[in-house]
């Protein structure tokens, strides 16, 4: 059984297409999620290559496991969307 | 209604791919009355949308991105009725459904749909240049997406690959952000558009590598650090340190799921005719997937009109 109340964040840009895509597809499976914006906070940026070693966005947290991309199958899988 | 495809759904007009040729045909079939729905693996605007600045579509005196322009036409193209479904064709089923007048069906990753027309629409997808290190640091230092990565590598020195188009456009983009730009070209010279040519030759931040080959991506196994490179004369090679690698060589098309069903060139473009018919009847093609040589988001809107246009007559004489 997944968590009902997910802790979900997602880091974008705003010139990245793909995070639109996740960010609607949240939106559409009625997943609540905060976004922070990698260009105004660099400490966030500096976060996701010290957790994830990846240099690029989308990222999303899933109570902090990492999803790197528009990965629709590992993040079904994390938030329990079937 | 986005994303859950309804199996056995009947269309007048399937279109596979969501980048500006994909869209126009949206718009212009479903404007025109035609059920119409768009059928897309990946983003909504297609490369198109990974694109910073566009200067050259006209209407925007001061250019636009390449997002802005797409979610503007994916609005207009819902306005009128147009589907989105995010899902993959895998194949388009080659039975006796490819008669003229009967219904095509296609096989997705999510089941099969059935249509009277089909527009293909697919695009490109960056070239790969199968060298060391580029798969191992591929999002640790490699990328493909400067819109996307860019932002992660400011105040640090990087290369871009390729000088023709995209890799100067995105290169412009990435001065923002980084310290210096080797840029490592194969041929003797960049074949960039002379004005953006004019544009990186006012940067004093920028190095340009060319007639050089890129032989591998180095690192220190958790990101990229470097690059070896080797001039095509002298054959010198040389070793650049650098913390990130945007790599633009070039395009190959989506189409290998039309392998044995539809022609294609030796590159795998679609051969189309001047009204952007395929070798099969009531498949259509548009933009940058087909032998078009010329790769332009305006050239791909003419020829997404084009393939509307046709799909709907062939889809009216098929009732």
Known sequence: ?82 | MMNEQKTHEKYDVIIIGGGPAGLTAGIYSSRAGFKTCIIESGVIGGEAASTDLIENYPGFPDGTSGLKLTENMEKQAKKFGTEIIYDKVIKIEKTNQLQKGKYKILVTNSGKIQTKAVIVAVGTKPKLLNIPGEKKYKGRGVSYCATCDGFFYKDKKIAVIGCGNSGIQEGLFLLRFVKKIEFVEFLPKPTAEKVLLDKIKEYENVNFHLNSALQSINGDGKSATGITINDNTTLKVEEIEISGVFIYVGLNPNTEFLEGLVQRDKNGYIIIDKNQNTNVSGIFAAGDATIDTVKQIATAIGSGARAAINAGHYTENTN
Not at chain 1, 31 to 40: P, Q, S, W
Not at chain 1, 55 to 62: D, E
């Open chain 1, 1 to 82: 059984m997944s968590n009902p109340f997910p802790k979900v964040i997602v880091f974008t840009s705003p010139y990245c297409s793909w995070c639109k895509r996740v960010k609607s597809y949240l939106q559409q499976k009625r997943i609540r999620f905060t976004e922070v914006d990698v260009t105004k906070n660099s400490s966030a940026a500096r976060d996701i290559v010290r957790r994830t070693g990846q240099q690029g966005i989308p990222v999303t947290l899933v109570n902090n496991r990492p999803v790197i991309g528009f990965d629709k199958s590992k993040l079904d899988r994390l938030l329990g969307i079937r």
